[in-house]
């Protein structure tokens, strides 16, 4: 039996095709929507039961409010939304070269995108269901040149009380905010070594996340068991966020 209908937008490569395999495998269906048409061909021609796909941009609104009709008319009532689209490469050039576009694209995508989402498919939820952003911890800690998608995460994290107020009682909205998570076999395009031993052990829990952490969490978040929770972040980093890091801090 179905778990539920969910929308989950990035869903061909990286975070979002591990949550979408995950969320098929425990029996829901998804409604994957994604930019990259050739991580969209090679999803497609995997077949899995459940799923169907969309080439979507998120940041444009035409496109988002045809997916609206689409949805209603094809797919029915959605139980939940997961907005995980993004540019996710953090870095840019330096501030002073940072160009207006690269600014504006990424904020675009990664704030802009899942407002519209929620502006014209909120509608289309079903009493008690639940969105669900993707945020990330640079929200809260920066490396240098990354203004742009920490700015874009920080908002997101803001979106999402507002959003959880507008939309509540019958939409709940939380904000998911991974770490690291080790995503190199989803998208085999890239040359990006997998984690080493040093990566593992630097983390409280003693490993690097996996796509599956995410979507565990989402799982809950979207159950009827988180019915009480609502406007929050929740960090998923192995505690790499609470760890100490100042020189010599392990001999205070």
Not at 43 to 67: I, K, N, R, Y
Not at 84 to 92: E, F, G, K
Not at 142 to 147: A, G, L, V
């Amino acid at each position: 039996m179905s778990q539920g209908k969910i929308l989950i937008t990035g869903a061909a490569r990286g975070l979002g095709l591990g949550m979408t395999r995950y969320f098929l495998r425990h029996d829901y269906q998804v409604l994957g929507l994604d930019i990259d048409k050739y991580a969209l061909t090679e999803l497609d021609e995997a077949q899995l039961p459940g799923l169907q796909l969309v080439h979507l941009d998120v940041a444009d609104e035409q496109s988002v409010q045809t997916l609206a009709r689409l949805v209603e008319r094809q797919f029915g009532r959605l139980s939940g939304i997961i907005n995980n689209a993004a540019i996710s490469l953090p870095h840019h050039e330096s501030l002073r070269q940072l160009s207006l576009a690269h600014w504006q694209r990424v904020l675009a995508v990664n704030l802009t995108g899942p407002m519209l989402i929620c502006k014209h498919l909120s509608g289309l939820m079903r009493p008690g269901s639940a969105i669900i952003n993707i945020g990330s911890t640079r929200a809260h800690q920066s490396e240098p040149d990354s203004e742009a998608y920490a700015a874009a995460k920080g908002g997101l994290i803001a979106l999402t009380h507002a959003l959880a107020i507008s939309l509540g009682p019958d939409i709940r909205v939380n904000t998911i905010s991974p770490g690291w998570i080790d995503v190199t076999g989803l998208q085999p395009e890239r040359s990006e070594s997998p984690p080493g031993p040093g990566d593992h052990r630097q983390h409280p829990v003693g490993r690097v996340g996996e796509a599956e952490d995410v979507a565990a969490l989402a799982r809950f978040l979207l159950s009827s068991e988180a019915g009480f929770i609502t406007g929050q972040e929740y960090v998923i980093d192995g505690g790499m966020s609470k760890r100490m890091i100042y020189p010599g801090a392990a001999a205070d």
